[in-house]
């Protein structure tokens, strides 16, 4: 295997990714131009008289394209910037939230904090595996946090390796020796290292206005 080669595959799927965000936003926008155009095609169906002797459009494809053909630019513009604003609103405010750091993202998945000076077995050689690696990669101690799952699961969260936190489930504790348990951590590490979490937590504060959308919708 060609680990750079690998790198560079993993960059460009990165890219495709926030594209494919960005592209979400944008379906978003003409998702909603539809919707008023149905309003106004389902508006205009009652008036039966201004369609002559053919009758009203009623709900077909062709009257709904037609509305839609008809939206004024202005009405356009003012749908485009709405649900953009809204987007922005919800993911600058999740942002805001995140912007705290890992530790953030750890208690929201309900995750508890390891005391440094914790007297359990497992939770100690975890530390201490978090610590050699901090120190083999160069960057400032996490804290690490503990998920009651019996799956082997872990991330990394944080906006810089000055605030980054390391979460790994109890699963992955108590089922892993110290050699599978340093190649999960180092793992982790290398998200850390690489910036790979601070993008994370973007595209997660772009998925958050996203979904303030999905919830205006709702209501």
Do not use: W
Request: net charge negative; aromatic share 8%; charged share 10%.
């Amino acid at each position: 295997m060609n680990f750079f080669e690998q790198q560079d595959r993993a960059r460009k799927r990165t890219g495709l990714l926030v594209l494919l965000f960005s592209l979400a936003v944008l379906c978003l926008v003409f998702a909603s131009c539809v919707l008023v155009a149905l309003f106004f095609a389902l508006t205009q169906s009652s008036s039966i008289g201004s369609y002559g002797a053919g009758g009203p459009p009623g709900y077909d494809s062709q009257s709904l394209l037609y509305s839609l053909q008809m939206l004024p630019f202005e009405t356009v513009g003012g749908i485009f910037l709405v649900v953009l604003s809204v987007v922005l609103l919800g993911s600058t405010y999740k942002l805001s939230q995140l912007s705290a750091g890992g530790s953030v993202v750890a208690d929201a998945m309900g995750g508890r904090l390891i005391n440094m000076n914790s007297r359990n077995a497992s939770e100690k050689k975890l530390l201490n595996i978090v610590e050699e690696m901090a120190i083999a990669s160069g960057t400032p101690v996490p804290p690490v946090y503990v998920l009651d799952e019996a799956a082997i699961n872990a991330f990394a969260a944080g906006t810089t390796p000055q605030n980054a936190a390391i979460g790994v489930t109890q699963g992955a504790i108590e089922q892993l020796d110290r050699s599978e348990l340093q190649g999960v951590i180092a793992h982790e590490f290398s998200h850390i290292f690489n910036g790979d979490m601070r993008l994370n937590m973007r595209l997660i504060g772009i998925l958050y206005g996203i979904l303030v959308i999905g919830g205006v919708g709702y209501y």
